[in-house]
Nanobody
Framework: QVQLVESGGGLVQAGGSLRLSCADS????????MGWFRQGSGKEREFVAA????????SYSDSVKGRFTISRDRAKNTVYLQMNSLKPEDTAVYYC????????????????WGQGTQVTVSS
């Protein structure tokens, strides 16, 4: 059973950095791709980044490309999102996602979700 648990959110000033973590604690072995979405106040949930099971392929939204880096530790069943050069518009609840491929994650199709972690960037 998929159980995604996020951590690492918080309050940071613009230009700062945060690293989010998401552990898939419900399974001892998974071949899923994993990723991150975010949802700002009054906005729809949007794709941020995804990584293949092997870690060899990544995908980013244009709004975070060059500032955010997704990575994973397969031994720990954990995915990370390193967020640098944060902007106030990055403020949102960030959700971890797992699905069979990067494509299905980007489409939010057959996705398992974490509970979310708040990221707030002050100006």
């Amino acid at each position: 059973q998929v159980q995604l648990v996020e951590s690492g959110g918080g309050l940071v000033q613009a230009g700062g950095s945060l690293r989010l973590s998401c552990a898939d604690s419900g399974r001892t072995f998974s071949r899923d791709a994993m990723g991150w979405f975010r949802q700002g106040s009054g906005k729809e949930r949007e794709f941020v980044a995804a990584i293949s099971w092997s870690g060899g392929t990544t995908s980013y939204s244009d709004s975070v490309k060059g500032r955010f880096t997704i990575s994973r530790d397969r031994a720990k069943n954990t995915v990370y999102l390193q967020m640098n050069s944060l902007k106030p518009e990055d403020t949102a609840v960030y959700y971890c996602a797992a699905s069979s491929t990067i494509t299905t994650i980007r489409r939010a199709s057959s996705v398992s979700w974490g509970q979310g972690t708040q990221v707030t960037v002050s100006s």
